[in-house]
């Protein structure tokens, strides 16, 4: 059984930087991609970054690239969203995802995601 569990969430200031953890367990060779996603109130869920297990290639959301990066440790089995320059606009719900996420960009819809963690909130505020 797949399980996604994320940490690192808090309340920092805009323009500060925050490191998200996923730990993942259970992955089967099924599994292509692991993926950053964000839903804030009243707005629908986004994907923010994904990288590809296979050749480590990433994507990113338009309005995180620059800013976002993520990264993965295999040997622990993580996966990192480092995030910078953060803007009130970035507050929401971060989730992390796996799955067989089709070539292109419905990936940030989360099409072909079906683990999902709990979520971990972020809140950028002054």
């Known amino acids: 059984q797949v399980q996604l569990v994320e940490s690192g969430g808090g309340l920092v200031q805009p323009g500060s930087s925050l490191r998200l953890s996923c730990a993942v367990s259970g992955l089967t060779s099924d599994y292509h991609a692991i993926g950053w996603f964000r839903q804030a109130p009243w707005r629908a869920r986004e994907g923010i970054s994904c990288?590809?297990?296979?050749?480590?290639?990433?994507y990113y959301k338009d309005s995180v690239k620059g800013r976002f990066t993520i990264s993965r440790d295999n040997a622990r089995n993580m996966v990192y969203l480092q995030m910078s320059s953060l803007k009130l606009e970035d507050t929401a719900l971060y989730y992390c995802?796996?799955?067989?996420?089709?070539?292109?960009?419905?990936?940030?819809w989360g099409t072909g995601f079906r683990s999902w963690g709990q979520g971990t909130q972020v809140t950028v505020s002054s």
């Open positions: 990288i590809n297990l296979s050749d480590d290639s990433t």
């Open positions: 995802a796996a799955g067989s996420p089709p070539d292109g960009s419905s990936w940030l």
